[in-house]
Each structure stands twice: as structure tokens, then as C-alpha cells.
């Protein structure tokens, strides 16, 4: 059943209700208290992504990031465990690292030099005259989360009765092999990161990243700059084979360049964009073999698909898309590019030419993030006037069909993968 929302009856609705199969009332953007009920039942709750194992390369390794709002520090420890621990003393709650990544033993507190090592444990409190009889040590570790990782993809959860990591993404797990395709015969590292604020909520990104309806037209001045090959490639708006499937949990995966999307599948007769011809031209100098030339350049734009992982990250073609909520109004992305974790004589020169289709697209001051962001500011803007008119996610509805392995699917300009997020979301939000 549909419910009519008025301005009236908008804020007596329970925040789980304001999403309907079809539609989304934008209350949902702008209420604070519904930002709050996301932070508890969302973000503290299930599996949120927190680092990739390329940033912590050894014993000693650290990245500090968020899980929600709550600041956290991804180690490394010496027996190459990863942890993830709040970053707060158990003393006074000083933070204990503002870093954002680099190597270390341990973390001492800057107030009081309580120190903690690598696995979140009070190795040492200066004058501990004071606390005898009064703490234990051993129970003032510092507070550890749940961590798991698929392939190299680390992360963690308040909620030590979540169902395991692997359970949860699911069928997911196939595309995220196929993202880790782009290596070739190697792993893949991060290689970049740039992160920036745009004032909008959270869910307006995740949206985005499986919004394929907005492609030829918020990107129209990077359609421009692109050779005519890799505009030709990116014209899906008609292609029936490109398709958007949910995935369950709130996963989706969307296909731009279906062709692409499982890079081993490749059956060498693609022909290399000529754009590549001084690369090519670089890595045979170089010794490398034909084969793995050809994975390398093949995959350069990634896999042509953008997945979406409830509530978080993107896969996005090649490179990641993290997410952190702020507040109801406010968001920060962080973009990874990545590159083969290979010889030198491939990850050199990939890593470099990867780095500048990276930031010709997605980069500070490239022609398609700060297209899409003023995009999700103007949603923002919009929501803020009428909170009782629908946000509408009904595209593709007339033609979902279910596939052999069960997922709805639709074409990717349709918003198959917006409904599956949204389902999840109103699942988890209705759990009190």
C-alpha cells in the first residue's frame, strides 16, 4: 500500500515507512533524527568497509578512519592479524592517532602516556602506583571491533552477533572477484587517494554509484575531452545487454560496458584503444609479455561495472568509492585508484597511466566527480523544500525480471540497484 505523505502527517510517519517500493519521502535526507537512527541501526550494526589490505603492507601498519561517526585505527599487528580498535583512550578519551596512515609499535596517549600495542592492549601506565587495587590492565584494552576480510577488502562491525562477513556479501562475492581481475596475474594495491566533502546526504551518493540514467548527461563535458573509442564504449543507454542486478543485502551491481565486466573472460579479440599505443609501447621494451600486456591495457577503465556494497563502498569500475556520513546534510567520499601489486616494469608504468584516466574522471579537478557532486548538492537543496514529495526510484519497474540465480534485474539505466539499497535500509532501520 501506498501512503500519501503530506506536510501535515510527514513527521508523525515512522522513519521506516517514509520508503515505499516505488518511491522515497526526502524526509529521509534532511531529518537529523533519522541521520541518528542510521548511525545506530546501520552503521553500528552491520559490516562497514575500512580499509583495503594494500594500505596496511606489514607488521606495524596503521590507518585511522571511521565506522559511522566513531573513529577507528586499522593495524596491522606483528603476528599480521588486522585489527580494528576505537580510537579513544580507556583513560580520559583522548584520541590517540590523528595520522591517517604510516608504522608503528603501538599508540601512546598525548595526555597521559597510557600506551597501547598494535592489537589494542595496555602494555604500560606511567606512575601505576596510583591504580593499585583499582583497574586491571588486562580489562582495559582498547575497545575492538569485529574484523573479517573477502580478498584483501577489510571490514568491521560494532555487532558481534553479525552474521559473518562472507554470509553477508553474498552473491556479491562473484563481481568482487571479477573487480580484483584488473591485476592481470597479480594482486591489486591501492595507489591514490583524494577525499572531499559535498554537502548532501549520504544516501544521495549511494545512489549515484548505481545511477546509470545520469551518465550521458551530467557527464557530457567528459564525454567531450574522451576519444571517440572510449565514447563508443560507454554507450550503454541502449544496450539490452546492460543490465543492473540486485544482489540481496542492499548489494547491486550495474554493467556500463557489459563486455568488460569479466575481464578473464577476455578472448584477445578486442582491440587495445590506440590511446594505450605508448604504454604498450613501454611495457614491451621493458621485457613484458604479450599476455600480460594485453590484461593490463585491457583493464585500464576497470571492469565497465559499478558495485554497490550496503552501506559504503562502491566498486566502481576501477577504483574504490568509500562513503562517511557526517550528518544529515554532509558527506565525505574518499576515492582509491588502484594498480597491479606487480614487478616494477608493470606496476611503474599501469600505475602511472592508471593514475591519469583516474584523475581525468574521477579526480579534484577532473570532468566527472565535481560534475556528479553538484548533482547530489542540488538533491539536497531540493529536498530540503518539500520533505513530503517522493524521491522516486520506479525506473525499470515495468521491466524487472528475475534471473536464473534470483536477482531482480532490470537495464542499467533503471533503478534496480536504488531499490535494493533502500529495502535494506528500511529493513535495518524498522529493527529496534
Known amino acids: 500500500m ?4 503530506t506536510s501535515e502527517n510527514i513527521h508523525d510517519v515512522h522513519p521506516a515507512d517514509l520508503v515505499q517500493a516505488d518511491r522515497v519521502a526526502a524526509r529521509v535526507y534532511t531529518d537529523p533524527e533519522i541521520f541518528e537512527l542510521e548511525m545506530k541501526n546501520i552503521f553500528e550494526k552491520t559490516w562497514i568497509w575500512v580499509a583495503h589490505e594494500s594500505e596496511l603492507p606489514s607488521p606495524g601498519s596503521f590507518k585511522s578512519t571511521y565506522v559511522g561517526r566513531n573513529p577507528v585505527i586499522v593495524t ?4 599480521g592479524t588486522f585489527n580494528t580498535l576505537v580510537n ?3 583513560h580520559r578519551g583522548a584520541s590517540l592517532c590523528e595520522q591517517r596512515t604510516g608504522k608503528s609499535n603501538g599508540f601512546t596517549c598525548p595526555y597521559h602516556a597510557w600506551s597501547y600495542g598494535l592489537d589494542g592492549k595496555l602494555r604500560g601506565i606511567p606512575y601505576p602506583e596510583g591504580y593499585e587495587g583499582v583497574i586491571k590492565k588486562e580489562e582495559m584494552s582498547l575497545q575492538k571491533l569485529r574484523t573479517e576480510s573477502y580478498r584483501g577488502i577489510i571490514f568491521a562491525t560494532f555487532n558481534a552477533e553479525a552474521e559473518p562477513l562472507e554470509e553477508f556479501l553474498g552473491d556479491a562475492k562473484v563481481w568482487i572477484d571479477r573487480f580484483l581481475q ?3 596475474d597479480y594482486p591489486i594495491k591501492v595507489i591514490g587517494t583524494h577525499r572531499f566533502k559535498y554537502s548532501g546526504n549520504w544516501k544521495i551518493q549511494l545512489e549515484n554509484t548505481s545511477d546509470g540514467y545520469h551518465f550521458p548527461i551530467v557527464h557530457r563535458s567528459w564525454m567531450a575531452t574522451v576519444d571517440a573509442e572510449t565514447a563508443n564504449m560507454l554507450s550503454f543507454m541502449t544496450d539490452p545487454a546492460s543490465t543492473c542486478h540486485d544482489l540481496g543485502n542492499g548489494h547491486s551491481v550495474m554493467h556500463m560496458v557489459p563486455e568488460h ?7 584477445g579479440t578486442e582491440p587495445l584503444q590506440p590511446r594505450f599505443d605508448d604504454l604498450v609501447a613501454e611495457l614491451k621494451a621493458a621485457g613484458v609479455d604479450d599476455s600480460q600486456i594485453r590484461k593490463q591495457v585491457h583493464a585500464m577503465h576497470g571492469t565497465g561495472s559499478n558495485l554497490v556494497l550496503f552501506p559504503n563502498i562502491g566498486l566502481s569500475s ?3 568509492r568509500v562513503l562517511r556520513p557526517i550528518s544529515a546534510n554532509e558527506t565525505i567520499i574518499e576515492h582509491l585508484a588502484i594498480g597491479p601489486d606487480a614487478p616494477p616494469e608493470i606496476a611503474g608504468p599501469v600505475s602511472r597511466e592508471r593514475l591519469r584516466v583516474h584523475e581525468h574522471f574521477q579526480g579534484p579537478f577532473g570532468f566527472g566527480t565535481p560534475d556528479d557532486a553538484e548533482g547530489w548538492d542540488r538533491v539536497q537543496r531540493g529536498a530540503q523544500a518539500s520533505p513530503e514529495m517522493p524521491i522516486l526510484v520506479n525506473r525499470g519497474l515495468n521491466r524487472e ?4 540465480e534470483g536477482w531482480p534485474t532490470s537495464h542499467s539505466t533503471d533503478e534496480t540497484g536504488m531499490r535494493a ?3 535494506m535500509w528500511k529493513k535495518m532501520i524498522s529493527n529496534d
Do not use: P
Request: a neutral charge.
Open 2 to 5: 501506498t501512503i500519501e505523505f
Open 76 to 79: 596491522r599487528d606483528r603476528k
Open 88 to 90: 579513544r583512550c580507556r
Open 182 to 184: 584488473q591485476g592481470g
Open 261 to 267: 565486466m569479466d575481464l578473464g573472460a577476455d578472448d
Open 318 to 320: 576501477a577504483f574504490f
Open 401 to 404: 525480471v528475475s534471473t536464473s
Open 421 to 423: 539499497a533502500y529495502q
